[in-house]
C-alpha cells in the first residue's frame, strides 16, 4: 500500500514540507552487516517482525481514521487527538524506519567538519555531545528512544521518550526534527547483550552513518 502527499506543516515554528509514504522501507544492507553493534538474528527479528507489525497496525488504523493523504510529520502534530493505536504504531513505524536510515556497515567515526562545528557549538565538544546521547539512551527508563534533533531556532539538542514517542509529536516536552535515533527498547539488544543496555548504547557509533545524519542536519534546517 502507498499514499503519497505533499503539504506544508508549522511545528512550533518549524516549517516542514513533507511526502507522506505509507510504505515499509527497504532495510538497506544485510540482518548481519551490522555485526558487532546487533547480531543477525536480533535484527531479523527486529525488523520482520517489530518493525513490520508497527507498520501494519498503524496502516490499519490509519485507514479507519481516513488518515491517508496525511504526512507522518502532520499526524505527530496533533497526534493528541487521535487513539493512542496511531502514536504508537505510528511512531513504531516512522521511528524504525530513521533507527536503519542513520546505520550502516561503514558507518562509525566523526562527523564531517560541518556537522562537527554545529555539534561543538551546542554541545561544546563532541565527546560532551556523545555523553549526553549516552546518558539520555542509558537513562531512559523502560522502553523509548535517544534522539538527536533540530529545534526551531536550528540549535542541536538530546531527547529521549518513552514508548514509541518521537520529538515530533504533541506529546513530548522537547520538540524537533529528529536526525539521530537510538532504539533502547530491550527487544533490540537483550539476545545479545542481555541487561547490559550501556555496551548496547556504547557500540552504537561504530555503525552510526554520519553522512546520512549530516543530510537530515541540512533538509531540518531548510524547513
Same mark, same amino acid.
Given at each position: 500500500?502507498?499514499?503519497l502527499?505533499i503539504?506544508?506543516l508549522?511545528?512550533?515554528g518549524?516549517?516542514i514540507?513533507?511526502?507522506s509514504?505509507?510504505t515499509f522501507?527497504?532495510?538497506?544492507?544485510?540482518y548481519?552487516?551490522l555485526e558487532?553493534?546487533?547480531?543477525?538474528?536480533t535484527?531479523?527479528i527486529?525488523?520482520?517482525?517489530?518493525?513490520?507489525a508497527?507498520?501494519?497496525?498503524?496502516?490499519?488504523?490509519?485507514?479507519e481514521?481516513?488518515?491517508?493523504?496525511?504526512?507522518?510529520?502532520a499526524?505527530f502534530?496533533q497526534v493528541?487527538?487521535?487513539?493512542?493505536?496511531?502514536?504508537n504504531?505510528?511512531?513504531?513505524?516512522?521511528?524504525?524506519?530513521l533507527?536503519?536510515?542513520?546505520?550502516?556497515p561503514?558507518?562509525?567515526?566523526?562527523p564531517?567538519p560541518?556537522l562537527?562545528?554545529?555539534?561543538?557549538?551546542?554541545f561544546?565538544?563532541f565527546?560532551?555531545?556523545?555523553?549526553?546521547?549516552?546518558?539520555?539512551?542509558?537513562?531512559q527508563?523502560?522502553? /523509548?528512544?535517544? *534522539?538527536?534533533? +533540530? %529545534?526551531?531556532?536550528?540549535?542541536?539538542?538530546v531527547s =529521549?521518550t518513552?514508548n514509541?514517542?518521537?520529538?515530533?509529536?504533541d506529546v513530548?516536552?522537547?520538540r524537533?526534527i529528529?536526525?539521530?535515533?537510538?532504539d533502547?527498547?530491550?527487544?533490540?539488544?537483550?539476545?545479545?547483550?542481555?541487561?547490559k543496555?550501556?555496551?548496547?548504547? /556504547?557500540n552504537? *557509533?561504530?555503525? +552510526? %552513518?554520519w553522512?546520512e545524519?549530516?543530510?537530515?542536519y =541540512?533538509?531540518?534546517?531548510k524547513?
Amino acid at each position: 500500500m502507498k499514499t503519497l502527499a505533499i503539504i506544508t506543516l508549522l511545528i512550533g515554528g518549524i516549517t516542514i514540507n513533507a511526502q507522506s509514504q505509507f510504505t515499509f522501507p527497504e532495510l538497506g544492507y544485510s540482518y548481519d552487516a551490522l555485526e558487532v553493534f546487533v547480531d543477525k538474528t536480533t535484527m531479523e527479528i527486529h525488523y520482520t517482525r517489530h518493525h513490520k507489525a508497527y507498520f501494519n497496525n498503524f496502516v490499519k488504523a490509519a485507514d479507519e481514521l481516513k488518515l491517508n493523504g496525511m504526512a507522518m510529520e502532520a499526524i505527530f502534530n496533533q497526534v493528541s487527538q487521535y487513539p493512542v493505536t496511531i502514536r504508537n504504531n505510528g511512531g513504531g513505524y516512522f521511528n524504525h524506519k530513521l533507527f536503519w536510515e542513520v546505520m550502516s556497515p561503514a558507518g562509525g567515526g566523526n562527523p564531517s567538519p560541518k556537522l562537527m562545528k554545529a555539534i561543538k557549538k551546542d554541545f561544546g565538544s563532541f565527546e560532551i555531545f556523545k555523553n549526553e546521547f549516552e546518558d539520555a539512551a542509558k537513562g531512559q527508563f523502560g522502553s /523509548g528512544w535517544a *534522539w538527536l534533533s +533540530v %529545534d526551531k531556532q536550528g540549535n542541536l539538542f538530546v531527547s =529521549n521518550t518513552p514508548n514509541q514517542d518521537n520529538p515530533l509529536m504533541d506529546v513530548v516536552e522537547k520538540r524537533g526534527i529528529p536526525i539521530l535515533a537510538l532504539d533502547v527498547w530491550e527487544h533490540a539488544y537483550y539476545l545479545h547483550y542481555q541487561n547490559k543496555r550501556g555496551d548496547y548504547v /556504547g557500540n552504537f *557509533w561504530k555503525v +552510526v %552513518d554520519w553522512k546520512e545524519v549530516e543530510k537530515k542536519y =541540512n533538509e531540518a534546517n531548510k524547513k
